[in-house]
């Protein structure tokens, strides 16, 4: 493992056991390192994304806009705007005289030829470099459209993904608290960090309802810009990707009063442990009599279906590597329940805290990783042995390479992984990649299959002779 560190990131891996916990994050990536993070306008590109009746246009090279072209599997129960990606498309002489003019053209005519409820423009590496006031366009397009245009600062270069996600906190904010708050409930929240990946927004929304609590806004899965204009209404902010919006929502507490939550939807205890943590808020008995139903129910259908895969799963390894630490924790606990072990886990925006939470909760032995590149996750899962490997675009040929087993749980998946019927599919997700016959076939497994070919040859030899 060792040889697979650079020097300098030797204060970002962790063994838990091997000493007392010191492990170094929230630096910028080591260059040349080929970090799995993204930059800082994709960090902000992920978080507004799914709003789905606002215009998104990248101010920058075409190439941006690919990068981040329908960059997550959000999906939307209305307007589909978001899913096309739009681009100023500058180039050599745009970089020399400016490409304010550029911009200016392209907002008006895309505001025209698609009425959006509002406009985010994105900044760009280049655009940071050349100056352009994005703050200045929009402001003039704003006052002729008479919609919202709101320039995002995300620059690239100018910092690491959670700078991203602050640029798009900073321009979310800008539109909350323009909408009027009638006819919203005291049993109400918003829900933040949640990006209805594979419509897992609307499991959990059906369960707020079971409840009898009212989504106001869901920021930004399947998201509306009317709601987001009137989510300072709500009595409550449930943050699940921290990483993501909890800035927006401590902008929202300093300015509005609304209390935070932290919540994750993933994995058993978890989940139940959201709805209860909602219901006693609110300190309405009816909700909590609802919720206490609500987990009897779901727990009763659940439990037994999740003991058929631990029992073929049991002592089998996992392990981890996700942009935020928060859905760490959770994918531990799940699997535990799954009776397999984590050796390995890590996050490309985990901030002290999150860290020491994951050296509470795993295991003597495991790895724990910060900002992490393919060299180290490589090695670290050839040393480990293990069975599967949970991640994103980037892990997924990472571990087919080395021929083990993948889970898809970041942008992309297909698959609902959040509440009770997630964490079923989860399993079955883990179940069918870990037990495929395909791991036969890979060179690390291929001698034991080779040994059983030539004793069968030699069995049907003999039978022939
Ligand atoms: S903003 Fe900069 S780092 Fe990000 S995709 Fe564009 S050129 Fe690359």
Not at 34 to 43: I, K
Not at 113 to 132: E, N
Not at 362 to 385: C, M, R, Y
Request: charged fraction near 25%; glycine fraction near 10%.
């Amino acid at each position: 493992m060792a040889s697979a560190i650079f020097k300098e990131r030797e204060k970002q891996v962790y063994l838990k056991g091997s000493r007392p916990f010191d492990l170094e994050c929230e630096k910028e990536s080591l260059a040349g390192a080929v970090s799995q993070r993204a930059c800082v306008f994709c960090g902000s590109r992920v978080v507004l994304y799914p709003i789905a009746d606002a215009l998104h246009l990248v101010h920058g090279p075409v190439g941006c806009a690919v990068y981040t072209w329908d960059i997550r599997g959000a999906l939307s129960s209305g307007p589909e705007l978001h899913r096309l990606s739009f681009s100023t498309d500058l180039q050599e002489k745009d970089v020399i005289f400016g490409g304010e003019k550029k911009l200016y053209s392209a907002l008006v005519e895309l505001i025209d030829r698609h009425a959006p409820k509002a406009a985010f423009v994105y900044s760009t590496c280049i655009v940071g470099i050349i100056g352009d006031d994005l703050e200045a366009i929009c402001r003039r397009v704003s006052e002729e459209k008479n919609i919202p245009v709101i320039p995002v600062q995300s620059e690239g270069f100018k910092g690491n993904k959670r700078a991203g996600y602050n640029a798009a906190c900073r321009a979310l904010f800008r539109l909350v608290g323009e909408g009027s708050t009638e006819g919203i409930s005291p049993y109400s929240v918003n829900i933040l960090g949640d990006f209805n990946l594979a419509g897992e927004l609307w499991i959990i929304r059906d369960y707020f309802k079971r409840m009898g609590v009212q989504v106001v806004a869901n920021i930004t899965g399947d998201g509306r810009v009317d709601d987001i204009r009137r989510a300072h209404g709500a009595a409550l902010n449930l943050v699940q990707c921290s990483g993501a919006t909890m800035d927006l929502a401590v902008m929202m507490k300093e300015k509005y009063g609304t209390p935070v939550m932290r919540v994750s939807y993933f994995g058993i205890e978890d989940m139940a442990e959201a709805l209860y943590g909602i219901a006693r808020f609110f300190k309405e008995p009816s909700i909590m009599e609802r919720t206490q139903q609500l987990v009897r129910e779901e727990l009763s259908a659940l439990y037994p279906e999740l003991q058929r895969y631990r029992k073929a799963l049991s002592g089998k390894k996992a392990a981890i590597y996700v942009g935020g630490a928060f859905k760490a924790f959770s994918l531990v606990k799940a699997f535990r329940h799954l009776g397999m072990k984590v050796v390995m886990v890590g996050s490309q925006t985990g901030t002290q805290e999150d860290y020491r939470e994951l050296e509470a909760i795993t295991d003597d032995g495991t790895i724990i990783v910060d900002d992490s590149n393919p060299l180290e996750l490589s090695a670290f899962l050839q040393e480990k042995e293990v069975d599967i490997f949970v991640g994103g675009v980037k892990e997924r040929p990472i571990a087919y390479k080395l021929g083990v087993g993948f889970c898809d749980h970041n942008h992309e998946r297909k698959e609902a992984l959040e509440g009770f019927v997630g964490m079923l599919n989860f399993a079955k997700e883990v179940y069918s990649s870990v037990m495929s016959p395909v791991w036969r076939f890979v060179p690390k497994n291929s001698q034991g299959m080779l040994d059983g070919l030539s004793s069968h040859k030699e069995k049907i030899l003999r039978c022939v002779s």
